[in-house]
């Protein structure tokens, strides 16, 4: 499906088949110089047929187009190696770049997870279903990076740069301040929230998303275009929703811990999950896998405000409240 947003602005939905997301929306924007595509969809041919389709509805030429990439995860950077050209400038955050180029991230990934209670015989399962493991990067393209603040002008579209860490640790915004647009990525969804996960010792990315929200808060927004699902125009109103969600699911994990000391994996178990399934044991393993993650992630966040405390022993690392 595409539809035009705005002048020389178009959505096109990409297909994310098998995927609870269901979609990514690829927003298009054309010049008379250069166009700009932001965000492609995962390295898959369902993918590209329509997001090829999408272009040529519109007649926009892939060798007058550049790109920007809001995150890396694989829904929306792995085709873009296939669609960019050779005079293509790809724009990105330095910070995720830096985990393409790191050393087996996926095998560092896979080792926390197991730390953290995750079972061993399930390990492998969550990582060969993992879409961004089957369908990602297979190419590191060139990257042209760009910084919080740079501008990145196309056409009468004049957009500056907002990074916003947390669901990654270096995804960028773009907010266009004259026509009070802002392309959110997966920072500010509507009727979903981002899936904030940690899989790193020394990092707190709830409370950098936290901080993200604020900063995203106090700009002059009409509508956002996400990354997923239906566009929106009460920016500021969802932002209270999306903290108050997290508030919510901090003051749960407590409450989880209040039976004792616990792995992560245990705690997720336990928790209140939005997916229809009459227990923990039948979720996906994948599913299980972003909930282990996301539950990282707010224990480390209750961890950095003094109210829980963690303790490592054989390599295990557990969680209990701090007294």
Known sequence: MIEQIEDHLWRIEVPLPGNPLKSINSYVIKSPSRNLIIDTGLDRQECLDAILAGLAEVDVDLDETDFFITHMHADHSALVPKLARDGSKIYFNRPDAEVFEGVSPWETILEYAGRNGFPEDELRAALESHPGY???????PDFTFLEDGDPLEIGDYRFRCVQTPGHTKGHTCLYEPEKKIFVSGDHILIDITPNIQCWRDGMNPLGDYLASLDKVRALDIELVLPGHRRLLRNCRERIDELKRHHDIRAEETLSVLSVGTQSAYQIASRLTWDLDCASWDLFPVAQKWFAT?????????????????????????????AH
């Open 134 to 140: 089957k369908h990602g990067v297979t190419k590191i």
């Open 293 to 321: 993650g996301e539950t990282i992630a707010h224990l480390r966040w209750l961890e950095e405000r003094g109210e829980v405390c963690s303790e490592t022993e054989a390599n295990n690392v557990t969680f209990s409240r």
